[in-house]
């Protein structure tokens, strides 16, 4: 019976395939601001003046450097030896995210490159490598302030402004190696069919599987709490093939499928099996949730349900490491406090985030908006790098349950003229329909809190401290979803030729109350004690909740982000207010 698969600091849970190595640690470090590395070899051996901790970035503390100026080019270098135990397989070298292009060298040779601030990269290095001694392993990161590259909440100028925090630059997530047999399954896409009472598996395995004369069966097993649900055995003639098991118990009424919901996240564990001539090959342990997201008549159901979403705004910064959790503690830590005051979800905001992360939020049964980190001008160039991030992003993170909304864009960010350009509506309308085309199941939501064109959800931002004018506004109902008149500061809820089409309404931005202090800033007038916050944030989040058409909110923000003062915690993680203050007036 196979039980759940947890490996503390594991940097892939839905995925987990043993043995792996942890290259984390003590690296070679060097700054490149000239940009002369590559023309004087330094990929054959770079010749470091300095060490640095990954995965945190050398703007931070954590990484024993902490120099928040802008460099250009980074050069990266660690010794590799890979144990007896591994030798004669493919070793896979994995980067969880390097902002923003990665140059990959072994022993001298060229691996190759990625672009793109947050999505995952693999490169397989076994041609490379000397399996009897040490490897050389160099990587080199180019980074920019162009605003055509997504870069979410870094900024792009000398210093932080407004609320645009300093740059990450460089490896900011776990590296790591894998070793895999040639045969061997790359990827699984796992579809919930929640009122088919089914699940879909869709696997790739290496291209050079088909046709290769071998004798090729994967087993896969679906078992809840240890108990075998599914097995089945099928043979293996092409690279891409799909499955799809029934989770119903064969006598009828003695099983029922076992919803994932924030009050109870039940997931199934999957185990995946692959034999070559009868020999087990790989063996790759994975988990799911049957839930279905869904839009009804004005309302989002989970699970054919109504649900009313009390989110959180959480940008994931933490003071040592910036992007970069600290340790699973610190992930766990954020997410505990957001279910003890009260909010059901988070809408992680400019940031993709670590695995692990959402790995904890599928098994507290935290519900997740995934956001795009945003570029700043439209631009053909801006069009292309968002594109190809943003899709391998949504296939990266298909398989968690906990994401129930992708949001590619955020406050016209990147796309400023949208009211009236038809060249960036017809840019955000393709994003969703791309979005689509690999994952019709969840809600897309384009241009988060302004102008929105084709869009599941109408999410509205409103920064408005008094709840009696929030009320009053908000009852002009039809005015606002007409698009007769502004919702706030001039804004409107459509670009210019589009409408209303009965879709949820929810305020995806409000709060962002702060203390006065003598630096730093939060929306609004500052308040001077815990009375003053509790009685406004009762009143504006009473006056959300009583807006009959509103179906949730997303309160800004979690933590305290380097000089934005508005969380309700501290950039240390200590509450300014009385957590469970908080959750009375949510769950009221």
């Known amino acids: 019976m196979a039980e759940h698969k947890y490996i503390k600091d594991y940097p892939r849970p839905q995925f987990v395939r043993e043995p792996w190595m942890n290259l984390n640690g003590d690296w070679d470090f060097r700054f490149d601001d000239d940009g002369v590395g590559e023309r004087e070899n330094w990929p054959r051996e770079l010749r470091a003046d300095r060490k640095i901790t990954v995965p945190f970035t050398y703007e931070t503390k954590a990484s024993g450097i902490g120099d928040e100026t802008f460099h250009p080019c980074v050069w990266y270098q660690r010794m590799i030896v890979i144990p007896q135990e591994y030798r004669g397989k493919r070793a896979i070298l994995h980067f ?108 790739v395995l290496p291209d050079s599987t088909a046709g290769s004369g071998r004798d090729l069966q994967l087993v896969t097993g679906v078992y809840f709490e240890g108990k075998r649900i599914r097995e089945t055995r099928m043979s293996v003639e092409r690279a891409r093939f799909g499955l799809e098991l029934d989770l119903r118990s064969e006598a009828a009424g003695e099983w029922k499928i076992k ?9 199934y564990d999957a185990e995946f099996v692959l034999l070559s001539d009868g020999r087990e090959v790989d063996r790759v342990h994975s988990y799911f949730g049957m839930r279905k997201i869904s839009i009804e008549n004005g309302r989002i159901l989970l699970n054919n349900a109504p649900i009313y979403q009390r989110l959180l705004l959480d940008q994931g910064y933490w003071p040592d490491t910036h992007l970069t959790p600290p340790s699973e503690e610190a992930i766990l830590e954020d997410i505990e406090y ?90 955000t309308e393709s994003i969703y329909h ?128 380097q000089q934005e003062t508005n969380g309700l915690l501290t950039e240390g993680r200590k509450p300014k207010v009385d957590p469970d203050k908080i959750r009375a007036i949510n769950l009221a």
């Open 434 to 561: 791309l979005t689509k085309a690999i994952d019709p199941y969840r809600p897309v939501v384009v241009n988060d809190g302004w102008e929105h064109t084709v869009s599941d959800i109408l999410t509205l931002h409103d920064y408005e401290e008094d709840g009696d004018r929030f009320l009053a506004r908000y009852s002009l109902r039809d005015e606002i979803l007409g698009n007769r008149i502004p919702f706030n500061n001039g804004r409107y809820a459509f670009a210019r030729g589009y409408e209303y089409r009965g879709q949820p309404v929810i305020i995806s931005e409000y709060g962002g109350i702060a203390f006065t202090t003598d630096s730093g800033w939060g929306y609004g007038n500052h308040i001077r004690n815990e009375e003053e916050f509790i009685e406004r944030y009762r009143k504006i989040t009473n006056a959300i909740k009583a807006t009959p058409y509103i179906c949730g909110y997303c309160y800004t923000q979690l933590t305290d982000v």
């Open 259 to 267: 919803p994932w919901h924030p009050n109870h996240p039940n997931l």
């Open 338 to 427: 957001t279910l003890r005051m009260g909010f059901n979800g988070v809408r992680k905001h400019q940031k993709i985030e670590d695995a692990r992360y959402l790995y904890w939020c599928d098994r507290k049964g935290l519900l997740v908006w995934s956001e795009m980190g945003a570029a700043y001008e439209f631009h053909d160039e801006a069009v292309d790098r968002f594109t190809r991030e943003w899709l391998d992003l949504v296939r990266q993170f298909y398989n968690h349950p906990c994401i129930v909304t992708w949001v590619p864009f955020n406050e016209s960010w990147g796309i400023p003229q949208i009211f009236t350009d038809r060249k960036q509506q017809h840019f």
């Open 96 to 203: 969880q995210a390097v902002d923003y292009q990665a140059k990959v060298w072994v022993n001298g040779h060229y691996v190759g490159m990625h672009e793109g601030g947050y999505a995952a990269f693999s490169f397989d290095i076994t041609p490379y490598l000397s399996e009897s001694g040490d490897n050389r392993l160099v990587v080199k990161v180019t980074d920019s302030p162009s605003t055509v590259q997504p870069r979410g909440k870094q900024r792009w100028i000398k210093d932080n402004f407004g609320c645009w925090y300093v740059q990450t630059t460089g490896i900011w997530q776990t590296v790591w190696m894998e070793f895999v047999e040639p045969d061997h399954i790359r990827s699984v896409k796992i579809t919930p069919k929640f009122d088919e009472e089914s699940v879909r598996f869709d696997f």
